[in-house]
């Protein structure tokens, strides 16, 4: 950096230099030849000393970024010794059923893996028909980039698959709420959930209003795109109640055995549980497992 600065600083020194004997070769009339050049030199030395002021910025930079690579490295050094530390303290919980007497029962749930295990297989075939449509826009796309279809078909196709997989999302979520109402496990939510879907309702015929348009060809794009935007934010918002649903399910059971055991505390497997002792800290997705299988057993 300090290199490049001086080698700016000589190129602007050549240039103003070269005007200066300029002044010498070319006589200049009226005034005091002299007086210009001593002018002339009082500026090129005013302007050298900017450059070299610019020079020292230039270090006095270069320096702070110094600094704050210095402490960067201190706060991943503390960082690093934060997750020391709290993998010693969840040890220590751990060790605590087997430091004398009886200490606490500790076991884990790996919730996501359940809702995977036992919610998604409830609407498999459902989710197969939203699979296809995937692939089927895919595919599409893939014709119109090797040229196999015009831009106007695209286009006719293309909307109306897209409100197609909107629809087949809907039916995954609607099919999700059938099961849940039917079940004897969800007795507790059965109100709200019933509520829920006759809101979600309308949605189901303004979508297929949606799509006969699209099969028709779509005249106002913009129209047309702000109608399948609302439909889409209010799908996403209906998917993320009933995952909320389907999480206090799965709370609500892991609650149930661990009374039912005798557990004095536990945790979820994702975000809360970085090391546990196989000895002391017990799995309790089995079990929580066939529980919920149990709330689908009617429904199914």
Partial sequence: MKGIGYAIVVALVAGFVGGLIAGFVIPQKGGSATEELTARVESLEAKIGEFSAYGSRIQGVEGKVGE?????????????????????????????????????????????????????????????????????????????????????????????????????????????????????????????????REQAAPAMEEIQKLLDEAKLGVVDEQAFMAKYQALQNAFQQLDQLLTQIAAQKIVEVTQAVAQEKGYDLVLRRKDVLVFRNAETVDDLSPLVEQRLWKLFATSS
């Fill in 68 to 196: 704050f690579e210095g402490k960067l490295s201190q706060l991943q050094g503390k960082l690093s010794h934060l997750e020391d530390r709290l993998g010693g303290l969840e040890q220590k919980v751990a060790g605590l059923g087997t430091a004398g007497g009886p200490g606490l029962k500790v076991g884990y749930v790996d919730a996501d893996a359940l809702f995977i295990k036992v919610f998604i297989p409830q609407v498999q075939a459902e989710r197969a028909v939203m699979e296809e449509k995937k692939r089927a826009i895919t595919e599409l796309q893939s014709r119109r980039v090797k040229g196999e279809i015009g831009e106007d078909e695209f286009k006719l196709q293309y909307y109306a698959l897209q409100v197609e997989l909107l629809q087949a999302q809907y039916n995954v979520d609607m099919s999700m709420l059938d099961k849940m109402i039917a079940s004897p496990g969800f007795a507790n939510l059965k109100a709200d959930l019933e509520r829920l």
